[in-house]
């Protein structure tokens, strides 16, 4: 059993909207019941902080309204409402049912939800630290793990 697996949800549900509710997002079903939170200059730059998530399957989300999504590498999209453009999710393109990696501020319920981990924490900015006790990954230790990811170095 995974540390992760202590923060799975097998059901719940979940609404959600961008900010001006143009873009509705319902889980309904499992779900990662904890935030994770990234660094990474692109998270940085896509956030204007940092980068903070939690993951459903693809069958637990349903999106309804019109959504522009950008291809942020070669293996990922990050999506946003057109209108107001607020930041949906972010989700890997190489495989099909791949898990949506959602925007905890886009539910109110979220808000209750705890950090569990953070990766590229070498990289936060002085304005962005986390504390608490979650599991943490610098830059080196999470790219060893995820080979696929070509660095960040900008």
Not at 18 to 37: I, K, Y
Not at 87 to 104: C, E, F, G, I, Q
Not at 111 to 128: C, F, G, N, V
Request: charged share 20%; net charge negative; glycine share 8%.
């Amino acid at each position: 059993m995974s540390w992760v697996d202590a923060y799975r949800r097998d059901a719940g549900r979940l609404d959600g909207h961008c900010l001006c509710g143009a873009v509705t997002v319902r889980v309904d079903g499992p779900h990662l019941a904890g935030v994770g939170a990234c660094h990474c200059d692109m998270c940085q730059r896509w956030s204007g902080a940092l980068y903070a998530t939690f993951s459903a399957p693809a069958a637990s989300v349903t999106i309804d309204g019109v959504v522009t999504r950008f291809a942020s590498s070669d293996f990922a999209e990050r999506a946003f409402c057109p209108t107001c453009g607020s930041h949906l999710w972010y989700r890997p393109t190489n495989k099909a049912d791949a898990d949506y990696d959602l925007m905890p501020g886009l539910f109110g319920a979220a808000r209750h939800l705890p950090m569990i981990s953070e990766i590229y924490h070498d990289k936060a900015p002085a304005y962005a630290a986390l504390a608490g006790d979650h599991r943490r990954a610098t830059q080196a230790e999470y790219e060893a793990r995820n080979t696929h990811v070509k660095g960040d170095d900008t």
